[in-house]
T-cell receptor, first 114, second 116 residues
Framework: AQSVTQLDSQVPVFEEAPVELRCNYS??????LFWYVQYPNQGLQLLLKYLSGSTLVKGINGFEAEFNKSQTSFHLRKPSVHISDTAEYFC????????????FGSGTRLSIRP | GAVVSQHPSWVICKSGTSVKIECRSL??????MFWYRQFPKQSLMLMATSNEGSKATYEQGVEKDKFLINHASLTLSTLTVTSAHPEDSSFYIC????????????FGQGTRLTVV
């Protein structure tokens, strides 16, 4: 079975500072990895995904993530955050099938201080 | 592209009544749809997976007779909460994967259900 661990439930940072949101996964087989963002009372929006190839993945809104197979991690980073980045961020994993369910981590609340 | 529309965005109903939530893929055919439940400040809990034309697969602990899921076409899935109780109040989110096998799932905007 697959599982996802987001180590930080909350991450407060100052505006224009860099941020890293941590994600570790567990799986006995190869998986796809995703980061989604959720704004209050809304659904989820895909930030980026790792399917194969280059381990550094760039997404929307200036976010990027690096897949590290040996450490089974997929940490999300942004070099300079904005107030508008305040949201809940979810790391997720899925097997290699369009019918496979997507398993989510517990989420990290990113709060930006001016 | 890849828009998933969920309706209604919020609903208030009385205890004992049933509520239907619709999830539509607007510009793609959704082979698989997922229904999640989210409690305040918590992650998404997968309730069930539905494939077009077949019965939904429910996660352990989810009552299939209470949460009826229908995936009658490649663009529409519905979740009906039957005989709703206040403890069913929650945020329900659907997502869909398309027939062209894009791996990521696209999410609806969610439905806030309040049972009074």
């Amino acid at each position: 079975a697959q599982s996802v661990t987001q180590l930080d439930s909350q991450v407060p940072v100052f505006e224009e500072a860099p941020v890293e949101l941590r994600c570790n996964y567990s799986s006995s087989v190869s998986v796809y990895l995703f980061w989604y963002v959720q704004y209050p009372n809304q659904g989820l929006q895909l930030l980026l995904k790792y399917l194969s190839g280059s381990t550094l993945v760039k997404g929307i809104n200036g976010f990027e993530a690096e897949f590290n197979k040996s450490q089974t991690s997929f940490h999300l980073r942004k070099p300079s955050v904005h107030i508008s980045d305040t949201a809940e961020y979810f790391c997720a994993v899925s097997l290699y099938s369009s019918a496979s369910k997507i398993i989510f981590g517990s989420g990290t609340r990113l709060s930006i201080r001016p | 592209g890849a828009v998933v529309s969920q309706h209604p965005s919020w609903v208030i109903c009385k205890s004992g009544t049933s509520v239907k939530i619709e999830c539509r893929s607007l510009d793609f055919q959704a082979t698989t749809m997922f229904w999640y439940r989210q409690f305040p400040k918590q992650s998404l809990m997968l309730m069930a997976t539905s494939n077009e034309g077949s019965k939904a697969t429910y996660e352990q602990g989810v009552e299939k007779d209470k949460f009826l899921i229908n995936h009658a076409s490649l663009t529409l899935s519905t979740l009906t909460v039957t005989s709703a109780h206040p403890e069913d109040s929650s945020f329900y989110i659907c997502s869909a994967r398309d027939r062209d096998k894009r791996i990521e799932a696209f999410f609806g905007q969610g439905t806030r259900l309040t049972v009074v």
